[in-house]
T-cell receptor, first 113, second 109 residues
Framework: DAGITQSPRHKVTETGTPVTLRCHQT?????MYWYRQDPGHGLRLIHY???????DKGEVSDGYSVSRSKTEDFLLTLESATSSQTSVYFC????????????FGSGTRLTVV | QKEVEQNSGPLSVPEGAIASLNCTYS??????FFWYRQYSGKSPELIMS????GDKEDGRFTAQLNKASQYVSLLIRDSQPSDSATYLC?????????FGAGTRLTVKP
């Protein structure tokens, strides 16, 4: 996806290990979001950022933390991965929140075994 | 609880027909509404947005919004096999974009 990349694309990790997913944008957008997508649940917001070092919790934030030290990077950390965190994780960006849609990254498929 | 509800489908239409996708939302303060298309194994892609009651047309797509009924719909005219995907409805207020689970559309040649 133009202007937004996620890494890694796929990851398998063991229960109890920490995991960090990266979202990198070149659009200089202020707002960045982390979602997870699970069958039957659609996309659910984990955390979001409205500026450098400004973050807030979303609907399903337990077990996750985020950091944004630069405009272009938004990191999602699973502090101690559990099998319930097996999911596809999407990062999204937008320049403004009034009547503006999001652009999504390609996603990270995470499997916790 | 702020919910966005969609019929999961699958919705199957013949090529050239009109596909009608529907969505309801529970949060009355939602201000803007979006339709995203998601191909299997890919990320969601924004295809339509609507903010005011009524219809909004963009090519083969028409979005319809009725805030009194808390209802959003997407019509796809002259459906093509390439339109086969899952369509996600979203309701947005400030930094809170809520998504439905999606309707899977299949367009048969």
């Amino acid at each position: 996806d133009a202007g937004i990349t996620q890494s890694p694309r796929h990851k398998v990790t063991e229960t109890g290990t920490p995991v960090t997913l990266r979202c990198h944008q070149t659009e200089n957008h202020r707002y960045m979001y982390w979602y997870r997508q699970d069958p039957g649940h659609g996309l659910r917001l984990i955390h979001y950022s409205y500026g450098v070092k400004d973050t807030d919790k979303g609907e399903v934030s337990d077990g996750y933390s985020v950091s944004r030290s630069k405009t272009e990077d938004f990191l999602l950390t699973l502090e101690s991965a559990t099998s319930s965190q097996t999911s596809v994780y999407f990062c999204a960006i937008t320049p403004r929140t009034d009547n503006y849609g999001y652009t999504f990254g390609s996603g990270t498929r995470l499997t916790v075994v | 609880q702020k919910e966005v509800e969609q019929n999961s489908g699958p919705l199957s239409v013949p090529e050239g027909a009109i596909a009608s996708l529907n969505c309801t939302y529970s949060d009355r303060v939602s201000q803007s509404f979006f339709w995203y298309r998601q191909y299997s194994g890919k990320s969601p892609e924004l295809i339509m947005s609507i903010y005011s009651n009524g219809d909004k047309e963009d090519g083969r797509f028409t979005a319809q919004l009725n805030k009194a009924s808390q209802y959003v719909s997407l019509l796809i005219r002259d459906s093509q096999p390439s339109d086969s995907a899952t369509y996600l409805c979203a309701a947005h207020n400030n930094n809170d974009m809520r998504f439905g689970a999606g309707t899977r559309l299949t367009v048969k040649p």
